[in-house]
């Protein structure tokens, strides 16, 4: 049983600044392939699927929504020193939008909100997961595309089984 | 006689990112503060200046499980302020777009995040498919969550973040081999609903408060229409409702609380099925008979039973929705731009959810406010958790308190995405 759970591939999914739609549309794509993926990917660290969660390390690390705070930076060069790959997940991780809007707002939206982002201990802008740790791959979109998604893991499960 | 600090650094299965802090001084409870550390997007901010009709897919954006509810209730919020009127169409189309919306998110909660607890597992997953009673709970979720996948889909083209809903109208219309494809499917997942409700009805976990419930009370057990009343039997006009509910800083959590004339008070399925059990669609009223009895109910652990029959009632009334009804391209309404100030309110899965918009003579965005079930249900959720702690901590070590305060809090389905983000915040590390 140890030696079978050994050869699974370990799978982490992240989730920072947004909307946790790629969480979402995930357990979508879940509805028609858990049985495939309970033989093949051990979840070791899922807080939506789970509640022990371990970060030793990953074969793949799956990471959505943008950086917004000096813990996220550490969290996640943590995840990507402990991960084989890392992927980034939907438009909050790979452009940094809509979560980063901040990063927009005139002067006076600025002046604004910046006793709110002072007191959270919150980046002085928003940062984009490629702009802090190495990107292997990315999966676009507003949530992500169920599809890309699919033949991204089919690769990286391609592989990771070579 | 315990003394201790309890830390939840981060609460798991639950929508979005929450911590929770209770502090306990000889099996004294001195204080519970339930912290959503979601960092704030600023929403309410960035939706000044935008263009109206771009708005909803905006706000859209604050939560993936819940982005079909906000979309609509901002839609209805844009359509008020603009004075369009609704179709009989697009109300049927709507109210299909909240039933897979419905079916889907109660699923994910009641199976992914709930069902691990009532058979002791660390994660759904961890079933078992070679023992029968798991195998086939394993397969009736996914087979329900992707039941209503599919009808959000083929209605509302996507089930996060959809395309097809927009301000007058719609931009797609079902296909008659979608629509009898998404019957035969509804059709199929009937038993698995019906395994679900009894599964909930037996579940052996129960916190019994009182409360006060408030929901949007519909004509016919849906999620966009109907008055806002509370289980003391007030109603609440739409357009007065800022002034009835109080709104409290928390300085600990990146999300504000709300009160109701000083008290605490709930929202969210237990709260629909306790005032609105007689509006179900009469199918489901024949199937369940006695069931329904149980509600009114001041068990906080029924909000999954009555996520469960509300997962049968949506099956039951989008079959007959589909079936009796035909669907011809309709077009769009066009907007006619003046000074107003519309309001939006409807039941999203975890509860009523209120949406306002200001516009401006230019058809731009000028202001808005977003309030959201899980900052209504804020405070009874804390209030729970110091009375739960408080009757466990003679005889029961802190780990074990831990989880089953997690229990109770799944049971409120709090959703952390919806909750922060737009409103005052003041985040503390722990």
Known sequence: MAETENKKIKIGWFTFSCCEDNTIVMTEVMNDHWQEWKKIFDFRHARVLKANNILDELDIAFVEGAIASEDHVNKLKEIREKSKKLVAIGACAIVGMPAGQRNYFSEEQKKEIEFLTARFAALPKVLRVSDVVKVDAEVPGCPMDPNKFLEAVNKLVSEFKS | ?430
């Open chain 2, 1 to 430: 006689m315990h003394t201790f600090d309890l830390n939840l650094d981060r609460l798991s299965k639950v929508e979005g990112s929450a911590s929770l802090d209770v502090c306990v001084k000889d099996n004294k409870v001195l204080s519970v503060h339930f912290k959503i550390t979601e960092y704030k997007r600023f929403f309410t901010e960035a939706m000044k200046g935008k263009p109206i009709l771009a708005l909803p897919q905006l706000l859209a954006r604050i939560c993936g499980t819940c982005s079909n509810a906000h979309l609509l209730c901002s839609i209805e919020a844009c359509e008020n302020a603009l004075n369009i009127p609704l179709s009989e169409q697009t109300r049927e189309l709507r109210n299909l777009t909240m039933h897979g919306l419905m079916i889907r998110d109660h699923a994910l909660h009641l199976y992914i995040f709930s069902m691990p607890d009532i058979y002791g597992k660390d994660a759904f997953l961890d079933f078992d498919e070679n023992n029968p009673e798991e195998h086939q709970i394993l397969h009736d979720a996914f087979e329900i969550k992707a039941a209503g996948n599919f009808l959000a889909t083929l209605v509302a083209g996507r089930s996060v973040h959809a395309v097809h809903p927009t301000v007058g109208g719609f931009l797609h219309f079902p296909d008659q081999a979608g629509i009898e494809e998404a019957v035969k499917k509804l059709e199929a997942v009937r038993p698995a609903a019906l395994r679900l409700i009894e599964i909930y009805k037996k579940a052996p976990f129960h916190f019994d408060r009182k409360t006060n419930f408030m929901a949007l009370v519909p004509k016919k057990y849906d999620y966009l229409h109907g008055v806002i009343i509370d289980s003391k039997g007030n109603q609440i006009p739409e357009e007065q409702f800022r002034d009835h509910l109080e709104k409290m800083v928390l300085s600990y959590s990146q999300a504000s609380a709300y009160k109701h004339e000083g008290e605490p008070y709930m929202v969210g399925a237990l709260a629909r099925m306790n005032l609105a059990k007689d509006r179900l669609h009469p199918k489901t009223k024949e199937t369940l008979g006695l069931t329904l009895d149980i509600f009114p109910s001041t068990d906080i652990f029924h909000n999954n039973l009555a996520q469960a029959i509300e997962i049968l009632d949506s099956i039951n009334d989008s079959i007959d929705i589909l079936s009796n009804k035909k669907f011809e391209p309709e077009p769009v309404t066009k907007p006619v731009y003046k000074e107003a100030i519309g309001i939006g309110v409807i039941e999203a899965p975890r509860g009523t959810l209120y949406h306002k918009v200001r516009v401006g003579a230019d058809g731009m965005v000028k202001e808005g406010e977003i309030i959201v079930p899980t900052g209504q249900n804020q405070i009874n959720i804390e209030e729970d958790i110091h009375r739960l702690v408080e009757e466990l901590v003679p005889n029961m070590e802190k780990e074990k308190i831990a989880f089953e305060i997690e229990k109770l809090i799944r049971a409120y389905d709090p959703c952390m995405s919806c909750a922060s983000h737009f409103l005052k915040v003041n985040w503390k590390k722990s």
